[in-house]
Structures are given as C-alpha cells and as structure tokens.
C-alpha cells in the first residue's frame, strides 16, 4: 500500500481491537484480572483465525493487554507481520469485585446479602470499574496505536466490556447496557477507522464465528461470559 496510497488515504490510520479467543477456564469462574489463564486449544484456533484473517492487511503494530490469553491471542497475528507483541496496561480487562468466583444466573449470587452491596449502582457501575474510567484507558490505548501506525493499521488485543463499552462511547451510546446484548464476540474485532485523529467510522467482524460455540456467541443469554443497545439495563457482572 505504501507508494501507492494517495493523499487521502495518507490520512486514514485503522485499528482493529480484537477480543481474545476461548479461555481454559474448567471451574467456570470469573477470571477478570488474575493470572494463569491462558487460551485453550480452540481458542488457539481463533487468533489463528484471526492471524489468516489480517495477513494480508498493513499491520505495522500490534500491542495487547498484559494478560495471558490477550497475549496470546495477539502473538500469531505480530508472527504474520513480522513483529513483536507490545504491551500496554490500558488494554486489560475490566477489574470486577467478583474475579476468581463462579458467578453466573441461577447461581443465587444475586440472593445473597453479602452482595446486595455491589448492586445500588448499575450505571457507574457499583460492582466494578467505571465505565467511563474504562473509555479514558480504552480510548488512550487505541490512540497510542493509531499514533504508532499513523497512515497504515494497527492491531489491539483486549476484553469484551472494555472493547463494548470504547465501541458504545465512539458510537455515541449509553455506557450502561444489557450485557446479554454486547456485540463482541471471542476473536472477533471492532475496527475504527481514524482520518487524521477524528473516528470516521467503526466496524464489526467475526472471521472465527464458526469455532465459536453457539452458547458463546454474541447476543446469546448464557450463565458464563459477555448492533446498537436500547434495552433496559440488566448488568449483572459477566466474565
């Protein structure tokens, strides 16, 4: 692309924000921020899939967050490039008071005084980090990248809500939402388009939704785990 690209295509910089793959997670807990879980076989599978999917686009960065499975997801996408796997702490999951536990519908959580606490505030929201602390990080992440690979594409790994809550901001959306209803499938990416440093528009695939096992996809209510949303809140915390 680079000697052929006319001056207004000089100007646009992508960056696609993937969601890592499928985790080995056997206890089904919340695994938020703690260490130690890493992809599973098939979710190798999906930053494969992934990887195939970007090779022949003009990635010149690619950076992740801290965690394992973001790590990981990332890597055979920088190995199809040609580059290394940057860092940035801005990128990482949601903290979330309920990390390490299981936590799921049906499961009495919400019947146990102990955790009506964390439930008085679904708009901040109460159990976890602010929603608009996560588009400040977010948002700077995405910026940094865009910065890095000025004119060409850069590739992001992250989280389901941090990625749902950046794509709700950019669109214009609440950031309070119905967390059965976030379009951010695993591997799948939410791409921005930046001309010059303005976002000029966003994007949505999923090249491994096949893998995906029906429970897991988008949209679909399910005891585990995470398009414009209009519903009522219902933000019960989710892995």
């Keep these: 692309m680079g000697d052929m690209r006319g001056k207004d295509e000089e100007n646009l910089t992508v960056v696609h924000v993937v969601r890592h793959g499928e985790v080995h997670n056997p206890d089904g807990v919340l695994y938020g921020r703690n260490p130690g879980y890493h992809l599973s076989d098939l979710g190798r599978q999906m930053a494969e899939r992934v990887a195939d999917h970007l090779a022949t686009r003009d990635v010149r960065h690619v950076v992740a967050s801290p965690l394992e499975r973001a790590q990981?997801?990332?890597a055979p996408v920088a190995k199809a490039h040609g580059l290394d796997v940057g860092t940035d702490v801005r990128l990482i999951e949601a903290a979330n008071v309920f990390e390490g536990k299981a936590f799921g519908v049906g499961d009495g959580a919400l019947r146990r005084p102990a955790n009506w606490k964390y439930f008085t505030n679904p708009f901040r929201p109460s159990w976890g980090e602010p929603y608009i602390e996560q588009v400040v990080r977010m948002m700077g992440a995405v910026q940094s990248a865009r910065e890095a690979a000025r004119g060409h594409e850069a590739v992001c790994v992250s989280h389901q809500l941090p990625i749902w809550i950046l794509r709700s901001f950019a669109?214009?959306?609440?950031?309070w939402h119905d967390p059965r209803s976030r379009?951010?499938?695993l591997a799948s990416l939410t791409t921005f388009t930046f001309d010059g440093d303005d976002i000029v528009s966003v994007g949505y695939s999923e090249p491994a939704r096949d893998l995906v096992p029906p429970h897991l996809l988008a949209g679909v209510q399910r005891k585990f785990g995470r398009g414009a949303i209009r519903g009522p809140a219902a933000n019960a915390p989710r892995a």
């Design 171 to 175: 669109e214009g959306r609440r950031l």
């Design 72 to 74: 990981e997801t990332a």
């Design 183 to 185: 379009q951010c499938t």
